[in-house]
């Protein structure tokens, strides 16, 4: 089992910058993937960014150039967002993606609330 607790959502206004923070707990290795997704009201979950074993990054088009994913050697993720726009707004989720004895396993967090406004 892997537990998974974010912090550092807020409001900010547009322009303005956050970041979040996940700290991973249990059963997690520095192998597995971890990454942030989001959900805006009305719409469907969809990734934001992943950081893979070795440092391998991925990210939505609509955050390239804006956000950067990273994460230390104790299994905590980062997200610092930076030119925060209105269409930012959402709740953010920790994901931890890991593979044990064959199978894959997906792990979430609580979710931390953005809300981009002025």
């Known amino acids: 089992q892997v537990q998974l607790v974010e912090s550092g959502g807020g409001l900010v206004q547009p322009g303005g910058s956050l970041r979040l923070s996940c700290v991973a707990s249990?059963?997690?290795?520095?192998?597995?993937?971890m990454g942030w997704y989001r959900q805006a009201p009305g719409k469907q979950r969809e990734l934001v960014a992943t950081?893979?074993?070795?440092?391998?990054t991925t990210y939505a088009d609509s955050v390239k150039g804006r956000f950067t994913v990273s994460r230390d050697i104790r299994n905590t993720v980062f997200l610092q967002m930076n030119s925060l726009k209105p269409d930012d707004t959402a709740v953010y989720y920790c994901?931890?993606?890991?593979?044990?004895?064959?199978?894959?396993?997906?792990?979430w967090g609580q979710g931390t609330q953005v809300t981009v406004s002025s």
């Open positions: 249990g059963s997690i290795f520095s192998s597995d993937d």
């Open positions: 994901n931890v993606k890991a593979i044990r004895r064959g199978f894959q396993f997906e792990y």
């Open positions: 950081i893979a074993f070795g440092g391998r």
